[in-house]
């Protein structure tokens, strides 16, 4: 344990080796200083307020502090002070008992941040599960189904709970020529021509997704009045080599 003496002003009037050994400070360097060579400027200023409130009201105070080295080093302390009392009551010096704690805390940091992990992937795994009840679900409504219009309709309600968080529509190819035309939408600054051309899309034309994430960055598709602020990703529908339509959603600017 490192153990340090002050003034009533907080001013180090002994600090023992280990102190020494800790903080860098070499013996007898640090007498005379006060004990806020130790600050890190990293902690609350409240948690000072309360710790000298404490102490000058003649009761002990615990507690942790992020501190720094003579070298600029940072580590922790739990630190035990208690104030040393005369005979009538006024305060003589003040006794800190200390414990470096630093490899605890980071213990303690990568818990927290393997359990923030966790929560996350959880959460994830929630949400893709959802997804898939959801897309079960509209299968199983598709079915029922009498019509495409039906069809297109039951996708659009599908999708858009889906989707919460992005806008988007579905793109069908039409009967005759190589258009294509929205047959269900959701969300809002849908800003494509209806209908539009395959070689418009670049996702129709390579057969594969093309995303782009914001109106400056990328190759951009055609089927625009004007490129969407937030990026957007366009997803070909296909089933043995037969173009079923297009997936296009579309994020929200900073997402």
């Given at each position: 344990a490192t153990i340090v003496l002050t003034d009533p002003e907080g001013v180090i009037i002994y600090d023992n080796p280990a102190f020494q050994t800790l903080t860098g400070w070499s013996p007898g360097e640090a007498l005379g200083k006060p004990i806020s060579i130790l600050k890190s400027g990293q902690m609350p200023f409240s948690v000072y307020v309360d710790l000298w409130s404490t102490l000058r009201a003649g009761q002990e105070w615990r507690g942790e502090f992020l501190n720094k080295k003579k070298g600029g080093e940072l580590f922790w302390e739990e630190s035990f002070i208690s104030p040393i009392l005369s005979e009538d009551g006024t305060i003589q010096r003040y006794l800190a008992i200390k414990e470096d704690i630093t490899d605890r805390k980071r213990h303690e940091e990568s818990l927290h941040s393997l359990n923030n992990q966790l929560e996350d992937s959880v959460a994830e795994l929630k949400r893709r599960d959802h997804e898939t009840t959801l897309l079960g679900h509209m299968n199983d409504l598709l079915r029922a189904c009498y019509s495409r219009a039906?069809?297109?309709?039951?996708?659009?309600?599908?999708?858009?709970?889906?989707?919460?968080?992005?806008?988007g529509f579905l793109a069908a190819p039409v009967p005759t020529g190589n258009a294509y035309e929205v047959v269900a939408?959701?969300?809002?600054?849908?800003?494509?021509?209806?209908?539009f051309l395959a070689e418009d899309c670049w996702a129709?034309?390579?057969?594969h997704h093309h995303e782009a994430s914001s109106p400056?960055?990328?190759?951009?598709?055609?089927?625009?009045?004007?490129?969407?602020?937030?990026?957007?990703?366009?997803?070909?529908?296909?089933?043995?080599?037969?173009?079923l339509g297009m997936l296009h959603l579309i994020a929200r600017p900073g997402e």
């Open positions: 039906e069809a297109y309709r039951l996708i659009a309600l599908s999708l858009r709970e889906i989707f919460q968080n992005v806008s939408e959701w969300g809002e600054n849908l800003e494509s021509p209806d209908p129709l034309k390579r057969g400056d960055k990328g190759v951009h598709c055609r089927h625009f009045l004007r490129p969407p602020a937030g990026g957007y990703l366009c997803i070909p529908l296909t089933i043995r080599k037969a173009s």
